[in-house]
Protein backbone atom coordinates (compact mmCIF):
# COMPACT_ATOMS: atom_id res chain seq x y z
CA UNK A 1 0.00 0.00 0.00
CA UNK A 2 1.57 3.53 -1.18
CA UNK A 3 1.92 5.89 1.20
CA UNK A 4 2.45 9.43 -0.76
CA UNK A 5 2.39 12.50 1.72
CA UNK A 6 2.25 14.80 -0.58
CA UNK A 7 3.23 18.35 0.61
CA UNK A 8 4.66 16.03 3.62
CA UNK A 9 4.45 16.34 7.23
CA UNK A 10 1.87 17.72 9.48
CA UNK A 11 -0.24 20.70 8.87
CA UNK A 12 0.13 23.56 11.24
CA UNK A 13 -2.90 24.70 12.36
CA UNK A 14 -4.85 21.40 13.10
CA UNK A 15 -5.25 19.38 15.96
CA UNK A 16 -3.96 16.69 16.53
CA UNK A 17 -6.59 14.31 16.54
CA UNK A 18 -7.22 15.71 12.72
CA UNK A 19 -6.66 13.53 10.06
CA UNK A 20 -2.94 14.20 8.99
CA UNK A 21 -2.63 13.94 5.04
CA UNK A 22 0.95 13.77 5.26
CA UNK A 23 0.21 10.12 7.04
CA UNK A 24 -2.52 8.91 4.91
CA UNK A 25 -2.73 5.53 4.54
CA UNK A 26 -2.57 5.95 0.74
CA UNK A 27 -4.25 4.77 -2.35
CA UNK A 28 -5.29 1.32 -3.77
CA UNK A 29 -3.08 2.04 -6.85
CA UNK A 30 0.13 4.21 -5.85
CA UNK A 31 0.70 7.33 -7.15
CA UNK A 32 3.27 9.82 -7.39
CA UNK A 33 2.86 12.26 -4.68
CA UNK A 34 1.60 16.50 -6.14
CA UNK A 35 3.91 19.17 -5.03
CA UNK A 36 1.16 21.35 -4.79
CA UNK A 37 -1.81 19.64 -3.84
CA UNK A 38 -2.02 17.58 -0.36
CA UNK A 39 -4.01 13.76 -0.67
CA UNK A 40 -7.21 15.22 0.41
CA UNK A 41 -7.06 18.12 -2.09
CA UNK A 42 -6.83 15.75 -5.36
CA UNK A 43 -9.41 13.65 -3.81
CA UNK A 44 -11.65 16.87 -3.39
CA UNK A 45 -10.80 17.94 -6.75
CA UNK A 46 -11.21 14.18 -8.61
CA UNK A 47 -14.73 14.30 -7.18
CA UNK A 48 -15.42 18.07 -8.47
CA UNK A 49 -14.62 16.81 -11.97
CA UNK A 50 -16.45 13.29 -12.13
CA UNK A 51 -18.87 11.99 -13.90
CA UNK A 52 -20.88 11.33 -11.18
CA UNK A 53 -20.80 14.95 -9.63
CA UNK A 54 -22.54 16.41 -13.03
CA UNK A 55 -25.34 13.68 -12.67
CA UNK A 56 -26.35 15.05 -8.96
CA UNK A 57 -27.50 18.19 -11.33
CA UNK A 58 -30.28 16.24 -12.51
CA UNK A 59 -30.87 13.60 -9.44
CA UNK A 60 -33.86 14.15 -7.34
CA UNK A 61 -33.29 15.63 -3.29
CA UNK A 62 -37.14 14.92 -2.60
CA UNK A 63 -39.34 16.89 -5.85
CA UNK A 64 -38.07 15.46 -9.22
CA UNK A 65 -36.30 17.36 -11.22
CA UNK A 66 -39.15 19.52 -13.46
CA UNK A 67 -41.58 20.55 -10.73
CA UNK A 68 -39.47 23.88 -10.33
CA UNK A 69 -36.61 25.58 -11.10
CA UNK A 70 -35.95 26.44 -7.16
CA UNK A 71 -36.14 23.30 -5.27
CA UNK A 72 -33.04 21.18 -4.27
CA UNK A 73 -31.26 18.47 -6.15
CA UNK A 74 -28.69 16.27 -5.03
CA UNK A 75 -26.13 18.71 -6.45
CA UNK A 76 -27.14 21.49 -5.12
CA UNK A 77 -27.50 19.72 -1.78
CA UNK A 78 -24.36 18.34 -2.02
CA UNK A 79 -22.57 21.85 -2.21
CA UNK A 80 -24.85 22.94 0.90
CA UNK A 81 -23.77 20.07 3.18
CA UNK A 82 -20.06 20.93 1.98
CA UNK A 83 -20.34 24.08 3.33
CA UNK A 84 -21.47 23.10 6.52
CA UNK A 85 -18.70 20.89 6.66
CA UNK A 86 -16.61 22.85 6.20
CA UNK A 87 -17.51 25.39 8.64
CA UNK A 88 -17.77 22.31 11.31
CA UNK A 89 -14.33 20.85 10.56
CA UNK A 90 -12.64 24.51 10.36
CA UNK A 91 -14.04 25.34 14.36
CA UNK A 92 -12.75 21.62 15.58
CA UNK A 93 -9.23 22.22 13.78
CA UNK A 94 -9.80 19.39 11.11
CA UNK A 95 -8.62 18.68 7.75
CA UNK A 96 -11.24 21.05 5.83
CA UNK A 97 -10.41 19.50 2.59
CA UNK A 98 -11.66 16.17 3.33
CA UNK A 99 -14.55 16.99 5.00
CA UNK A 100 -15.74 18.81 1.59
CA UNK A 101 -14.63 15.58 -0.51
CA UNK A 102 -16.81 13.29 1.68
CA UNK A 103 -19.43 15.80 1.72
CA UNK A 104 -19.33 16.53 -2.30
CA UNK A 105 -19.54 12.49 -2.92
CA UNK A 106 -21.68 11.31 -0.07
CA UNK A 107 -24.34 11.38 -2.71
CA UNK A 108 -22.85 9.61 -5.33
CA UNK A 109 -24.89 6.68 -5.17
CA UNK A 110 -28.15 7.64 -5.04
CA UNK A 111 -30.25 6.27 -7.96
CA UNK A 112 -33.02 8.12 -9.80
CA UNK A 113 -36.21 9.61 -7.55
CA UNK A 114 -35.04 9.74 -4.30
CA UNK A 115 -34.77 6.70 -2.00
CA UNK A 116 -37.90 5.42 -3.99
CA UNK A 117 -35.23 4.44 -6.94
CA UNK A 118 -33.23 3.01 -3.95
CA UNK A 119 -35.91 0.63 -2.71
CA UNK A 120 -37.05 -0.60 -5.17
CA UNK A 121 -33.68 -1.28 -6.38
CA UNK A 122 -32.53 -2.90 -3.35
CA UNK A 123 -36.01 -5.19 -3.33
CA UNK A 124 -34.63 -6.03 -7.16
CA UNK A 125 -31.30 -7.01 -6.16
CA UNK A 126 -32.28 -8.74 -2.68
CA UNK A 127 -30.83 -11.99 -3.90
CA UNK A 128 -27.61 -10.44 -5.15
CA UNK A 129 -26.22 -9.23 -2.70
CA UNK A 130 -28.91 -6.16 -1.77
CA UNK A 131 -28.47 -2.67 -3.18
CA UNK A 132 -27.55 0.50 -1.00
CA UNK A 133 -26.61 3.68 -1.67
CA UNK A 134 -23.28 4.42 0.08
CA UNK A 135 -21.88 1.24 -1.06
CA UNK A 136 -23.31 2.58 -4.56
CA UNK A 137 -21.60 5.63 -3.86
CA UNK A 138 -17.96 3.61 -3.11
CA UNK A 139 -18.44 1.26 -6.22
CA UNK A 140 -18.40 4.66 -8.19
CA UNK A 141 -15.74 5.96 -7.10
CA UNK A 142 -13.43 2.65 -7.25
CA UNK A 143 -14.98 0.90 -10.26
CA UNK A 144 -17.86 2.86 -12.38
CA UNK A 145 -15.94 5.75 -13.07
CA UNK A 146 -13.48 5.49 -15.94
CA UNK A 147 -11.61 8.23 -16.49
CA UNK A 148 -7.71 7.17 -16.22
CA UNK A 149 -5.75 5.31 -18.24
CA UNK A 150 -4.18 3.54 -15.11
CA UNK A 151 -6.73 2.55 -13.24
CA UNK A 152 -10.87 2.34 -12.97
CA UNK A 153 -12.69 4.93 -10.54
CA UNK A 154 -10.80 7.57 -9.16
CA UNK A 155 -8.15 6.19 -6.86
CA UNK A 156 -9.18 7.99 -3.76
CA UNK A 157 -7.33 7.79 -0.52
CA UNK A 158 -8.22 5.64 2.11
CA UNK A 159 -9.41 7.90 4.46
CA UNK A 160 -12.12 9.65 2.00
CA UNK A 161 -13.12 5.61 0.96
CA UNK A 162 -13.33 5.01 4.56
CA UNK A 163 -15.59 8.05 5.45
CA UNK A 164 -17.83 7.09 2.13
CA UNK A 165 -18.31 3.63 3.54
CA UNK A 166 -18.94 4.62 7.24
CA UNK A 167 -20.99 7.45 6.78
CA UNK A 168 -23.47 6.28 9.33
CA UNK A 169 -21.29 4.56 11.28
CA UNK A 170 -19.36 1.18 12.08
CA UNK A 171 -20.85 -1.66 9.79
CA UNK A 172 -19.11 -4.50 11.81
CA UNK A 173 -18.66 -5.11 15.41
CA UNK A 174 -20.74 -4.03 18.68
CA UNK A 175 -21.13 -0.38 17.40
CA UNK A 176 -22.29 -0.93 13.66
CA UNK A 177 -26.23 -0.04 13.29
CA UNK A 178 -26.59 -3.28 10.85
CA UNK A 179 -25.52 -6.62 10.79
CA UNK A 180 -25.50 -6.85 7.17
CA UNK A 181 -22.46 -5.27 5.08
CA UNK A 182 -23.49 -4.83 1.09
CA UNK A 183 -21.96 -7.03 -1.17
CA UNK A 184 -20.27 -4.08 -2.77
CA UNK A 185 -18.44 -3.17 0.17
CA UNK A 186 -17.04 -6.76 1.69
CA UNK A 187 -15.82 -6.94 -1.83
CA UNK A 188 -13.72 -3.99 -1.32
CA UNK A 189 -13.09 -5.04 1.75
CA UNK A 190 -11.09 -7.69 0.95
CA UNK A 191 -9.47 -6.10 -1.17
CA UNK A 192 -8.64 -3.00 0.46
CA UNK A 193 -9.65 -3.27 3.87
CA UNK A 194 -11.50 -0.15 5.14
CA UNK A 195 -11.79 -0.91 9.07
CA UNK A 196 -15.09 -1.39 9.03
CA UNK A 197 -15.58 -1.99 12.67
CA UNK A 198 -14.18 1.06 13.69
CA UNK A 199 -15.35 4.31 13.65
CA UNK A 200 -14.63 7.33 10.88
CA UNK A 201 -12.54 10.54 11.76
CA UNK A 202 -13.95 13.70 12.55
CA UNK A 203 -14.00 15.03 8.97
CA UNK A 204 -16.72 12.30 7.82
CA UNK A 205 -18.64 12.71 10.63
CA UNK A 206 -18.60 16.70 10.27
CA UNK A 207 -19.58 15.58 6.58
CA UNK A 208 -22.32 13.07 8.27
CA UNK A 209 -23.94 15.46 10.35
CA UNK A 210 -23.80 18.18 7.92
CA UNK A 211 -26.04 16.23 5.61
CA UNK A 212 -28.54 16.30 8.36
CA UNK A 213 -28.18 19.27 9.27
CA UNK A 214 -28.97 20.43 5.53
CA UNK A 215 -31.44 18.32 4.37
CA UNK A 216 -33.80 18.68 8.01
CA UNK A 217 -33.57 22.56 7.33
CA UNK A 218 -33.70 23.09 3.28
CA UNK A 219 -36.52 20.31 3.27
CA UNK A 220 -38.36 22.43 4.87
CA UNK A 221 -37.35 25.46 2.53
CA UNK A 222 -39.04 23.03 0.05
CA UNK A 223 -42.02 21.87 1.51
CA UNK A 224 -43.06 25.44 2.14
CA UNK A 225 -42.39 26.80 -0.92
CA UNK A 226 -44.30 23.25 -2.11
CA UNK A 227 -47.18 24.25 -0.27
CA UNK A 228 -47.49 21.12 1.16
CA UNK A 229 -47.87 22.82 5.09
CA UNK A 230 -47.79 26.55 6.08
CA UNK A 231 -45.31 28.54 8.22
CA UNK A 232 -48.25 28.41 11.00
CA UNK A 233 -47.98 24.76 11.17
CA UNK A 234 -44.22 25.28 12.36
CA UNK A 235 -45.29 26.80 15.76
CA UNK A 236 -45.33 23.41 17.43
CA UNK A 237 -41.78 22.25 16.62
CA UNK A 238 -39.24 23.12 19.43
CA UNK A 239 -36.75 25.09 17.54
CA UNK A 240 -38.42 26.17 14.11
CA UNK A 241 -41.58 27.00 16.11
CA UNK A 242 -39.42 29.01 18.60
CA UNK A 243 -37.09 30.77 15.50
CA UNK A 244 -41.02 31.07 13.63
CA UNK A 245 -42.12 33.13 16.77
CA UNK A 246 -38.46 35.11 16.94
CA UNK A 247 -38.78 36.49 13.31
CA UNK A 248 -42.16 37.65 13.56
CA UNK A 249 -41.37 39.38 17.05
CA UNK A 250 -38.48 41.26 15.04
CA UNK A 251 -39.87 42.12 11.42
CA UNK A 252 -43.84 41.74 11.92
CA UNK A 253 -45.29 42.29 8.86
CA UNK A 254 -42.60 40.22 6.53
CA UNK A 255 -43.80 38.34 3.90
CA UNK A 256 -43.53 34.61 3.97
CA UNK A 257 -40.68 34.24 1.37
CA UNK A 258 -38.18 36.67 3.71
CA UNK A 259 -39.73 34.11 7.22
CA UNK A 260 -39.22 30.82 5.50
CA UNK A 261 -35.38 32.14 4.55
CA UNK A 262 -35.17 33.36 8.21
CA UNK A 263 -35.90 30.43 10.21
CA UNK A 264 -34.14 27.94 7.72
CA UNK A 265 -30.97 29.81 8.29
CA UNK A 266 -31.33 30.62 11.92
CA UNK A 267 -31.86 26.68 12.24
CA UNK A 268 -28.58 25.45 10.56
CA UNK A 269 -26.46 28.12 12.41
CA UNK A 270 -28.37 26.93 15.33
CA UNK A 271 -27.76 23.67 14.90
CA UNK A 272 -24.18 24.30 13.65
CA UNK A 273 -23.23 26.07 16.69
CA UNK A 274 -24.62 23.33 18.96
CA UNK A 275 -22.95 20.41 17.26
CA UNK A 276 -19.89 22.55 17.71
CA UNK A 277 -20.09 23.06 21.27
CA UNK A 278 -21.25 19.58 22.03
CA UNK A 279 -18.07 18.45 20.55
CA UNK A 280 -15.66 20.22 21.43
CA UNK A 281 -17.25 19.65 25.10
CA UNK A 282 -16.85 15.70 23.88
CA UNK A 283 -13.03 16.14 22.91
CA UNK A 284 -12.13 18.00 26.03
CA UNK A 285 -13.17 14.71 28.13
CA UNK A 286 -11.70 12.39 25.78
CA UNK A 287 -8.35 14.05 24.96
CA UNK A 288 -7.72 12.10 22.03
CA UNK A 289 -4.07 11.49 20.88
CA UNK A 290 -4.54 11.14 17.26
CA UNK A 291 -6.79 10.22 14.73
CA UNK A 292 -6.27 6.63 15.65
CA UNK A 293 -7.69 7.47 19.46
CA UNK A 294 -10.85 9.16 17.57
CA UNK A 295 -11.75 5.92 15.55
CA UNK A 296 -11.53 3.57 18.63
CA UNK A 297 -13.17 5.73 21.04
CA UNK A 298 -16.17 3.64 20.46
CA UNK A 299 -18.55 6.28 19.83
CA UNK A 300 -19.81 8.69 17.33
CA UNK A 301 -17.85 12.65 18.71
CA UNK A 302 -19.83 14.79 16.34
CA UNK A 303 -23.30 15.14 17.41
CA UNK A 304 -25.64 17.15 18.65
CA UNK A 305 -26.19 17.80 22.35
CA UNK A 306 -29.37 16.11 23.79
CA UNK A 307 -32.20 19.37 23.68
CA UNK A 308 -31.08 20.12 19.83
CA UNK A 309 -30.97 16.12 19.27
CA UNK A 310 -34.64 15.86 20.07
CA UNK A 311 -35.25 19.28 18.31
CA UNK A 312 -33.84 17.60 15.06
CA UNK A 313 -35.88 14.25 15.81
CA UNK A 314 -38.73 16.29 15.89
CA UNK A 315 -38.25 18.05 12.66
CA UNK A 316 -37.32 14.83 11.11
CA UNK A 317 -40.39 13.54 11.78
CA UNK A 318 -42.67 16.43 10.84
CA UNK A 319 -40.73 16.23 7.42
CA UNK A 320 -42.18 12.89 7.49
CA UNK A 321 -45.26 13.29 8.10
CA UNK A 322 -46.29 16.43 5.91
CA UNK A 323 -43.45 16.17 3.10
CA UNK A 324 -42.31 12.61 2.43
CA UNK A 325 -45.85 11.20 2.98
CA UNK A 326 -47.58 14.02 1.65
CA UNK A 327 -50.08 12.40 -1.19
CA UNK A 328 -48.74 14.36 -3.73
CA UNK A 329 -45.55 13.18 -2.98
CA UNK A 330 -46.42 9.68 -2.72
CA UNK A 331 -48.57 9.55 -5.58
CA UNK A 332 -45.07 10.75 -7.76
CA UNK A 333 -43.12 8.13 -6.16
CA UNK A 334 -45.44 5.08 -7.00
CA UNK A 335 -45.09 6.47 -10.31
CA UNK A 336 -41.39 6.61 -9.94
CA UNK A 337 -41.48 2.93 -8.45
CA UNK A 338 -43.45 1.95 -12.02
CA UNK A 339 -40.65 3.15 -14.10
CA UNK A 340 -37.78 2.15 -12.07
CA UNK A 341 -39.25 -1.89 -12.04
CA UNK A 342 -40.25 -1.99 -15.37
CA UNK A 343 -36.54 -0.88 -16.63
CA UNK A 344 -34.72 -3.19 -13.94
CA UNK A 345 -37.03 -6.15 -15.70
CA UNK A 346 -36.33 -5.14 -19.44
CA UNK A 347 -32.54 -5.12 -18.84
CA UNK A 348 -32.08 -7.52 -17.14
CA UNK A 349 -34.09 -10.61 -19.40
CA UNK A 350 -33.12 -9.04 -22.15
CA UNK A 351 -36.10 -7.32 -23.68
CA UNK A 352 -34.77 -4.07 -23.43
CA UNK A 353 -30.98 -3.17 -25.05
CA UNK A 354 -28.25 -1.08 -22.60
CA UNK A 355 -25.94 1.26 -24.66
CA UNK A 356 -22.57 -0.50 -26.08
CA UNK A 357 -20.28 0.65 -23.17
CA UNK A 358 -22.13 -1.29 -20.40
CA UNK A 359 -21.13 -4.66 -22.18
CA UNK A 360 -21.97 -4.52 -26.20
CA UNK A 361 -24.45 -7.08 -27.30
CA UNK A 362 -26.77 -7.57 -24.23
CA UNK A 363 -29.10 -10.24 -25.64
CA UNK A 364 -25.85 -11.87 -25.92
CA UNK A 365 -24.65 -11.27 -22.52
CA UNK A 366 -28.01 -12.37 -20.83
CA UNK A 367 -26.38 -15.76 -21.76
CA UNK A 368 -22.90 -15.37 -21.02
CA UNK A 369 -23.61 -13.58 -17.59
CA UNK A 370 -24.36 -15.03 -13.91
CA UNK A 371 -27.92 -13.94 -12.97
CA UNK A 372 -26.07 -11.83 -10.41
CA UNK A 373 -23.13 -10.67 -12.56
CA UNK A 374 -26.25 -9.46 -14.57
CA UNK A 375 -28.41 -7.79 -12.15
CA UNK A 376 -25.46 -6.00 -10.47
CA UNK A 377 -24.76 -4.49 -13.69
CA UNK A 378 -27.95 -3.55 -14.55
CA UNK A 379 -28.09 -2.04 -11.03
CA UNK A 380 -25.06 0.21 -11.46
CA UNK A 381 -26.58 1.23 -15.00
CA UNK A 382 -29.85 2.54 -13.67
CA UNK A 383 -28.52 3.88 -10.48
CA UNK A 384 -26.07 6.33 -12.53
CA UNK A 385 -29.40 7.48 -14.07
CA UNK A 386 -30.67 10.69 -13.78
CA UNK A 387 -34.10 11.71 -13.23
CA UNK A 388 -35.00 12.96 -16.83
CA UNK A 389 -33.09 9.73 -18.56
CA UNK A 390 -34.90 7.45 -16.82
CA UNK A 391 -38.39 9.19 -17.75
CA UNK A 392 -36.85 8.90 -21.12
CA UNK A 393 -35.94 5.29 -21.40
CA UNK A 394 -39.72 4.38 -20.30
CA UNK A 395 -40.75 6.36 -23.12
CA UNK A 396 -38.61 5.06 -25.80
CA UNK A 397 -39.28 1.23 -24.13
CA UNK A 398 -42.73 1.44 -22.87
CA UNK A 399 -46.13 2.65 -24.62
CA UNK A 400 -46.95 4.32 -21.52
CA UNK A 401 -45.33 6.02 -18.79
CA UNK A 402 -46.52 7.55 -15.61
CA UNK A 403 -46.71 11.55 -15.15
CA UNK A 404 -44.42 12.59 -12.22
CA UNK A 405 -46.26 15.93 -11.96
Not at 227 to 251: I, N, Q, W
Request: include cysteine.
Amino acid sequence: MANPAGMAGVREGLAPYATQAGRSRGRLHPEPASPTRTPFQRDRDRILHSTAFRRLAHKTQVFVYHEGDHYRTRLTHSIEVAQIARALARALRVDEDLAEALALAHDFGHSPFGHTGEDELNGRMAAYGGFDHNAQSLRIVTRLERRYAEFDGLNLTWETLEGLVKHNGPLRGVHARSAAVAGPVAEFDALFALDLDRHSGLEAQCAAIADDIAYNAHDLDDGLRAGLFRLDDLAALPLAGDLLAEVRRRHPGLDDSRTIHEIVRRQITAMVEDVIANTMAAMGELAPADDAAVRDCGRTLVQFGPAMAAAEQAVKAFLYAKVYRAPSVMRVREGARRIVLDLFDAYFCGDAQMPNEWGGDWRSLRHRLQDAKRARLVADFIAGMTDRYAIAEHRRLFDATPDLR
